[in-house]
């Protein structure tokens, strides 16, 4: 392994070979004590991190899942507050055994991702660490706070929909850990639920269109549909009754599961990393914001209604209710092992 | 190990009960997807992660020591930049072992540290993660970038300027990790000596003032004064030419390296962690800046001058040329160890 400032210059050139552009609010970028930015309106700032053996495996992920997914799920929670994305941070822990090549990997999917949503590496740092970490700092704009879209705005008689889909991320982990389960579905099949587990996507652009529409309130599903309704039921001191419906279940999740002696319904409502959102919806602003979001190239789903009271109703499409417990990013270490 | 809410909840208590404030800019905090600020004016962000075994050891550091460097040392590179600190992000890798207690204790430190500077803390994140570490991002403010001060700005003819003492942070490693050598100096020197190490102090005040006053150039010494030298000598296009003065290097450094085997003018100019300023400015802006900086807690010192060329020359105080290898994030996880 090179020292720091040569793996800090690696990771530049292929940040620049992904395409990642300049930032039109930073002045001083990546390279001094701090990046310096000018960023007008309001700012919306998210950190999340992920760790081998905890959100990834180094022996089931590629190198560039691994630096695409550190991105998508930290730019997932600008999704939810409706922002544009525009710098990010990154700090690396970077283990004695993990290669200039698989470190190229990582910096290539970071890249393709930062890439593809205009966002500006702003500046990172590099340390030793016993295990591969990322851990990202993102920051969204917009032109004033009233455009943002918090957890706490969600009133009764608010519709609620789901952009994306669930149960993916989790039969994918499934797979990746057990690949003994993948005769369950078809080949294609099998591949896309791993790329959901591999490869998230962050639905800025429903994002922004569901702000723009006029949201009350909205999240990323990432602690699974059951767990973040009932972080917007708390929030908001309302009651989420979810309907689950059939076409926002990932394909193969039923085969999947049955397959792995797992309830479908409950891995669908609470495996966690779908980076789906859901959003709460006036009425009256319902059709404009189908309307919006399905311009985007993620549907929307109607999922329900926010009621009075507290807590979380999530009924699967055979009308049975499932649990809302969540996936625990500090329990979870050994989720999904085959133990 | 309780799950990531109570453990949030547990950090926010012990924030609270150290009295960090709530940050006039922040207007959504920590608990949403993400927190929103108003930055107004310019903004100077920047990145620092610390890891167990590379940057600290939990067998030799208080968990409170923990929670202070991590936010010092982040703070250090606002205080680089002339920048008033205002939001603080972390992001906590907690191994299974860490009892509550611990992380109270790292919780406390951060906010003595948050406390002191009037730093938020408005969002964070944590993980499960088999090593502990703490990735903090801090974001400060300027009225417009023209008050920051960069690395790339040092010219010929200007005076060096060194804020703080450096030495101590090193020469405190050695005294944690080999306790056999505390005797080579006075028990309130040896615990100043570790003091440097384990609870480093970010010279914002110092740096405020530097800015204010007209620094053309300014770095923390944290790779070791040789390193950062030769940062500021690379980004300007400049020669460093840096006479260490006796009063520069911390008491008991010269003992504690010599007891060691260790050059006590090498353990000086590149021991790293110092987190002492360097700044370079005009001559005729000299006389007020020194002023300035002596009105804040830390004494300035003059440390050289810019020359024509490249690299950098540091002298100690008898005049003998030390290298200026520094001190390396990636490659360091054995310093300092007996070997």
């Given amino acids: 392994m090179s020292g720091e400032f040569e793996l800090i210059g690696l990771l530049r050139e292929r940040l620049a070979l992904a395409g990642v552009s300049a930032g039109e609010r930073v ?5 001094d004590d701090a ?5 007008g309106g ?3 700032t998210s950190v999340d991190a992920i760790v081998d053996g905890v959100h990834f495996r180094r022996s089931t992920y590629s190198p560039e899942a691994i630096g695409a997914k550190a991105l998508a799920v930290a730019l997932s929670d600008l999704a939810a507050m409706g922002a544009e994305p525009g710098e990010a941070y990154v700090q690396l822990g970077l283990p004695d055994d993990l290669s200039e090549d698989e470190l190229a990997g990582v910096g290539d999917g970071f890249g ?4 593809a949503h205009g966002v500006t590496v702003a500046g990172g740092d590099v340390v030793a660490s016993p295990v591969l970490f990322l851990a990202i700092t993102v920051v969204g704009h917009a032109p004033d706070t009233g455009s943002f879209v918090t957890r706490s705005g969600a009133e009764e008689g608010d519709a609620l929909v789901l952009i994306g889909r669930v149960g993916g991320a989790a039969a994918g982990l499934l797979l990746l850990e057990r690949p003994e389960l993948r005769d369950t579905v078809e080949a294609d099949v099998a591949t ?3 790329e959901r587990q591999t490869n998230p996507v962050a639905l800025i652009d429903a994002g922004v269109a569901l702000a723009a529409g006029g949201a009350s309130a909205m999240i990323d599903v990432s602690d699974g549909l059951g767990a973040d309704a009932g972080h917007v039921a708390r929030s908001s001191g309302v009651r989420l009754e979810l309907d689950l419906l059939t076409e926002s279940v990932c394909t193969g999740v039923k085969e999947v599961a049955e397959a792995a002696g797992r309830d479908p319904l409950e891995l669908a409502a609470n495996g966690g990393e779908d980076y789906a959102l859901l959003a709460s919806v006036p009425l009256d602003r319902l059709d404009a914001v189908v309307e919006a979001v399905r311009r985007t190239s993620s549907g929307p789903a109607l999922a329900g209604r926010v009621g009075a009271g ?3 109703v999530l009924r699967g499409p055979t009308g049975r209710e499932a649990s809302a417990a969540g996936f625990d990013q500090v329990r979870s270490r050994a989720r999904g092992a085959p133990t």
Avoid: N, W
Wanted: hydrophobic share 65%; glycine share 8%.
């Fill in 27 to 31: 002045v001083v970028p990546s390279g």
């Fill in 35 to 39: 990046a310096v930015t000018v960023p």
């Fill in 42 to 44: 309001a700012t919306a």
């Fill in 112 to 115: 393709a991702v930062a890439a």
């Fill in 192 to 194: 896309a639920l791993i």
């Fill in 310 to 312: 507290e807590g979380v």
